[in-house]
């Protein structure tokens, strides 16, 4: 009986072990909250230089009670894998370009359609509201951090481009969306990773590109593009998304500050993003005397015209999943006025 007896108090101790394990795991039990963040591109590019802003306020509204270990340049986790990396606990935390892969994303892909953003500061703060209101269940697996999307993408070309006469056959280089604008406005999109890109401008592989405008610095784009055109057409949406388990065990006044920075976080990346494309025309307008290019509106708009396709093939594998695709285009549109408004084009 005894022997039974002491069976019993082991089992108990043990289940009593597990479960304070579960409610307060290794992670926190050890006095400081420890978490990974990986990300994909280079420490220097704008999704990391915002990963590491995110890390300083956490660590210094939580008094050091949380630390963040940062992993950039896919040292962790690589951008195709992100999402379900930080979904399997590979990672506590990780930011995605939801454009990365094609169809996980049905519903905040919406913010990467050429819908005219001018700004990443308007785009990240549309695509956080749209979010927030609509919860979309793409994203039921994780927990949301922020959301915020790149600069709007412009062609850079070694030769001027002041008309679709000019873009007729032009190789570009391009990636995703971008591909299919191209595509639709008769230039000749050729899809490379982006460090592969200057070579490619040297050997006359490309032409040019189609890209936010701060890669006229980050990657000396304007060294061999001095020609850019102002088209303002897609951007890229990211998110910021936590393991759900690793969530669950945050203290409460931890979760509390992360959730105070999510939307505060999605505007500093916009006006940071923005403040470095003007600091990269005006780095590459002293350095290399580049000539920036203004489609008249008019023109601009029949360049529009033609790339509604692409709203409209959204739309109609939008509603075929149940999302309100008119609705939540309609509701983006009404947004954008509104930050536009606020903080200007």
């Not at 873009?167 to 008769?186: H, Q």
């Not at 200057?198 to 490309?206: C, D, F, I, S, Y």
């Not at 897609?234 to 500050?257: I, S």
Request: proline residues 6%.
């Amino acid at each position: 009986m005894r022997g039974k007896g002491l069976l019993v108090a082991m089992a108990t101790i043990a289940a009593l072990v597990g479960w304070l394990a579960f409610v307060n795991p290794p992670w926190v039990a050890a006095g400081s909250i420890k978490l990974t963040y990986a990300n994909f591109p280079p420490a220097s590019t704008f999704p990391c230089v915002q990963m590491e802003r995110w890390k300083a306020e956490v660590e210094k509204r939580t008094n050091g009670k949380v630390q963040v270990q940062t992993f950039p340049g896919g040292t962790l986790l690589g951008a195709k894998n992100m999402f379900d990396g930080v979904k399997r606990g590979q990672a506590d935390i990780g930011n995605l370009c939801m454009s990365y892969q094609p169809g996980v994303f049905p519903f905040t892909t919406v913010a990467e359609l050429p819908v005219g953003f001018t700004s990443s500061t308007v785009a990240s703060l549309v695509l956080w509201d749209l979010y927030e209101k609509y919860r979309p269940k793409e994203f039921a697996d994780v927990k949301v951090l922020t959301m915020f999307a790149t600069a709007p993408s412009n062609i850079m070309s070694k030769v001027p481009v002041r008309s679709l006469k000019d873009l007729k056959g032009l190789e570009l280089r391009a990636s995703g969306i971008a591909s299919r604008v191209l595509d639709l406005l008769g230039a000749t999109p050729v899809s490379m990773p982006m460090p592969e890109t200057p070579e490619a401008l040297q050997k006359g592989v490309v032409k040019g590109l189609l890209s936010s405008l701060e890669v006229l610095k980050d990657f000396n784009f304007a060294e061999y593009c001095r020609y850019e055109t102002i088209t303002n057409f897609q951007v890229y949406p990211f998110a910021v998304v936590m393991n759900k388990q690793r969530w669950a065990a945050l203290p409460d006044d931890v979760k509390k500050v992360m959730e105070d920075l999510r939307r505060e976080q999605a505007l500093w990346t916009g006006q940071y993003m923005d403040q470095h494309v003007k600091e990269s025309l005006a780095w590459s307008k002293e350095k290399y005397g580049i000539e920036i290019i203004q489609i008249p509106e008019e023109e601009l708009k029949a360049w529009k015209q033609k790339l509604t396709p692409l709203i409209d093939e959204w739309k109609q594998k939008a509603a075929k999943l149940g999302i309100p695709a008119q609705q939540v285009l309609d509701e983006l549109y009404a947004l954008k006025a509104k930050y536009e408004a606020q903080y200007g084009k």
